[in-house]
DNA sequence: TTGTACGCGTTATCAA
DNA sequence: TTGATAACGCGTACAA
């Protein structure tokens, strides 16, 4: 409530007998300060209880000590853990965040963006929806690290999910599945379409049959509706786009007097809710806060070095549990 | 990238031929200009792209234009409606959000609460950890809002749980229910107590007995391994302190062999994740994101007049979904 | 209604 | 290794 008056770098200069520029650097640059005077200056500002003016400091360098991570829809249970993972970089690194929600939208996402960027020193866009030569645009703007998008020339952590689907196909085919259906997500999505090619490319191998059934959003509701589609495809098993789509899925199963995984088994995608459901999902998984802690990284490195880094590739795996077992014959 | 020069002040005041006092205004304090203008430079601002410098007004105001919020944990699905509901006020209000995880300890609560308090002009708190006193101190430094906790002096957004509460134990009475388990959450969560003391009450006066189970963390994990307590209790309905909980138990009623809801009832709270199971859970609902609209609109405020504002408290309403039904007599 | 000029707290440059 | 001082871009007394 009441703005407490902060003590300035000058207070502590004049209590410490030395020149401003002495305690900024006794902050910022200690190594080209004497040991005992950096000590002095730090006791000092620690018994006035100074603290740093970030907007100063921002003023004065250009810079803001700030990155901003901007998500489609915070209540996507996806973004959770990738936020954490970034928090928990940019916490250890003095950084702060800033919080952009893009409500779906592409345009949002540009205005956000614009906004954004200049109050930051580069921005983590997860899973955008803009067109690459817009993103390409913003990119030039700012330090920028994309996740799940794969754009020439901007650096990049993408969610392998190739190597999890190709488990999965692999584990299906073993059951006995001859037929599954790809319950797929947004067109426009990066993720999606790997996913959708992964298993085409393993079914092939496997000489299983493919149906892709396409869920207006990948909801659990839409799931729901999905459902009696996926049944009547006269598959036995189905892999869906994410999580909730599949948890989605199997309760319209239920739903349908079936049941998982008897009539049919279910696959999720990203690992993130797939525990949390009775039976427990399989479902490909991936390290999401890790993925989160390398978009920091990796931004932080940009924003260093001026330019783009090397793509960052997670690797996934699936896990099994209770949502798949052998096919039954129908 | 590339950081690009941004326009300053003085460049649109030559450019539109006035000074930058005139150009400042045109954008703070545009009543103060003639409506010409105010045109003519923000038109010539326009063209050149001015976004004006948040560090450099920050600087001379002391004002930030941000605001910080805190959560335990980003992870927690509770979060996510509350942060789209700040994120969207704050938006339309021009004013940036700043992220924090304290990764469920009090420590890392004060650490970041003491770092945050200075970059931006208030804090949400949301579902803190910390002691009285400790959050009282810190709202001396900063304005604060505080979400789901109840400290005197200190502005508040409250979800009122009671409302809610009374409704499910009437609802499980109708039902032919007698003796019902309350699955218990973390004991220093001013929820928990909330919707203990309303079960309580409610159960009172409906002659329902009630049985308290406590979870170790309220995670599904922990509602998969109370469920059997649930059962061995004796009761024929539970409600859980969050919907998470409740569909661990759920699960774990499911797993024991029984089925809910002939065998078992199951009541959540908060509304969240409740529609996502099978069966769909009979959950306590609040409008969560409007809490959180709710709670940054109070900031803002408090911000501006420099003094606390009323409690606001948030209504609950009982939403019937598939999981409870006409108790077994057992 | 508009302009002038100073201050906000810090860092960077240049000199010592 | 340290000090003096000029930026950084904006808001705002005060003056006109």
């Given amino acids: 409530m009441t703005t407490r008056k902060h003590a300035t770098i000058r207070e502590i200069a004049k209590a410490a ?3 401003t520029a002495t305690v900024s650097r006794a902050f910022s640059k200690p190594e080209m300060l004497s040991p005992g005077t950096v000590e002095k200056v730090r006791q000092v500002a620690a018994d006035l209880h100074y603290v740093p003016n970030r907007s100063a400091r921002a003023l004065s360098t250009g810079r803001q000590g700030a990155i901003a991570i901007i998500v489609s829809d915070i209540a996507n249970p996806f973004f959770s853990p990738l936020i954490r ?15 952009g929600d893009t409500d779906e939208t592409a345009a949002k996402e540009s205005t956000l ?14 899973a955008p929806r803009s067109g690459d030569a817009e993103l390409t645009a913003h990119a030039r703007q700012t330090s920028m690290v994309l ?4 754009l020439d020339g901007v650096s990049q952590v993408l969610i392998d999910s190739a190597i999890g689907m190709r488990q999965a196909v692999a584990h299906l085919a073993e059951l006995g599945h001859q037929h599954l259906v790809y319950a797929a997500g947004p067109a426009d999505s990066w993720a999606n379409g790997e996913r959708r090619k992964a298993i085409m490319s393993a079914a092939r191998r496997h000489k299983v049959k493919v149906t892709t059934l396409k869920a207006l959003r990948p909801t659990h509701e839409a799931g729901i509706k999905l459902a009696p589609d996926v049944v009547a495809s006269g598959a036995t098993a189905v892999i869906a786009f994410d999580d909730i789509l599949g948890q989605g899925i199997m309760a319209g199963i239920w739903a349908a007097g079936l049941s998982v995984p008897d009539d049919m088994s279910v696959i999720g995608c990203d690992d993130i809710t797939a525990a949390r ?14 993925a989160g802690e390398r978009a920091a990284e990796t931004l932080l490195e940009v924003i260093q070095e001026g330019r783009a ?22």
């Avoid at 963006?113 to 997860?126: E, F, N, T, Y």
């Avoid at 996740?147 to 794969?150: E, G, I, K, L, T």
Wanted: proline share 6%; glycine share 6%; with cysteine.
């Fill in 85 to 99: 993972g970034i928090e928990r970089q940019c916490d250890s690194a003095d950084v702060l965040v800033l919080l």
């Fill in 17 to 19: 007998g030395v020149s």
């Fill in 113 to 126: 963006l614009g906004k954004l960027l200049h109050q930051s020193d580069g921005v983590i866009l997860a």
């Fill in 147 to 150: 996740v799940n998008r794969d």
């Fill in 277 to 290: 459901s009775y039976p427990a999902m399989t479902a490909i998984s991936a390290d999401v806060i890790a």
């Fill in 309 to 330: 880094q090397e793509p960052v590739i997670i690797p996934t795996r699936l896990v099994v549990r209770d949502s798949t077992g052998p096919a039954r014959s129908r």
